[in-house]
């Protein structure tokens, strides 16, 4: 009887435990601080979604829980519709410091029907300058949309609905510092930029059609969590933890490969490795190992 019950328990806990060993997970109460904005960000349906606000007296944020030393991270996000110049969505990885790393979506609103430009950044030990700039396939005000970071030892990239936008190698062996070492929190914020955002800087945030608003679902991420008890990352997959090497030295494929040079070709407007005006002594040497 008492070790029928015992085993019962065991058995009812299993699931239990390795849904709390596993990272990934639905809950943006368990993942998430909302750190900014004073209910201006939003946690609805028991932790399915979240918002993010922005009006005239502020905009709103929120941070992980968890620190990650490397991780692929997922979010389905929905960017502000309509009107949305002047307003710059961030969703981006960052580290602590002066010599922070920090790995950077932003998306930066425009007016109805006109195009959101999606900016990308890498900075390691406090240096970034590292833009690469798309415009995207598709309306992503209209509908959610995955929007990816892969980051192991050997490389950073950016992927769109499971495209590769950017990728950024580790470029150690020509001196270029590469994020591997400063645990880094997840943290997204809704803010008005209009000082800079839309066509850089010319068209002003329409307070009028103030509140803005940004939604986020089925957040999930296979990665290394930090412990800042005892400085150690545990790292975990969704499915199987014995898959648990797999991303932490995945790379692009012959076909994602194509598919990145596909996006460069037609959605790439700015790449600081090709704006030979803003680098006349040479370009980065980061930018010889990043040919695409
Ligand atoms: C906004 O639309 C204009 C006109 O199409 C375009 O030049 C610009 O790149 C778009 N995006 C932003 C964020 O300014």
Not at 185 to 214: C, E, H, M, V
Request: with cysteine; hydrophobic share 35%.
């Amino acid at each position: 009887m008492a070790s029928n019950n015992y085993s019962l328990i065991i058995a009812s806990l299993i699931p239990i435990l390795m849904t709390s060993f596993v990272s990934a997970s639905n809950n943006f109460y368990q993942d998430f601080d909302l750190t900014w904005g004073e209910g201006r960000s939003k946690i609805l349906n028991n932790g399915d979604s979240l918002t993010l606000s922005l009006d005239k007296a502020s905009g709103s944020g929120f941070q992980s829980k968890n620190q990650y030393l490397f991780a692929k991270i997922d979010m389905q996000i929905k960017l502000v519709p309509g009107n949305s110049a002047g307003t710059v969505t961030a969703y981006y990885l960052s580290s602590q410091g002066v010599t922070h790393d920090e790995i950077d979506f932003e998306f930066l609103g425009n007016l109805s029907g006109d195009p959101y430009i999606v900016h990308t950044n890498v900075f390691s030990q406090g240096k970034g300058n590292r833009e690469q700039q798309f415009y995207l396939w598709f309306d992503p005000t209209a509908d959610f949309h995955t929007y990816s970071i892969l980051w192991n030892p050997h490389r950073i990239i950016f992927s769109v609905d499971g495209t590769p936008i950017r990728e950024f190698k580790n470029a150690e062996s020509v001196g270029v510092p590469f994020p591997k070492s400063q645990p880094m929190r997840i943290y997204s914020s809704l803010w008005n930029a209009d000082d800079w955002a839309t066509r850089g800087g010319l068209i002003k945030t329409d307070w009028a059609q103030a509140p803005f608003t940004a939604s986020y679902r089925n957040f999930e991420a296979v990665a290394c969590v930090w412990s800042p008890f005892d400085g150690f990352s545990t790292c975990n997959t969704k499915s199987s933890p014995n898959s648990v090497d797999a991303w932490l030295n995945e790379e692009l494929d012959s076909t994602n490969q194509e598919r990145l040079k596909w996006v460069q070709h037609h959605y790439m407007i700015y790449n600081y490795c090709t704006d030979a005006k803003r680098f006349p002594l040479g370009f980065p040497p980061e930018c010889a190992v990043n040919t695409t």
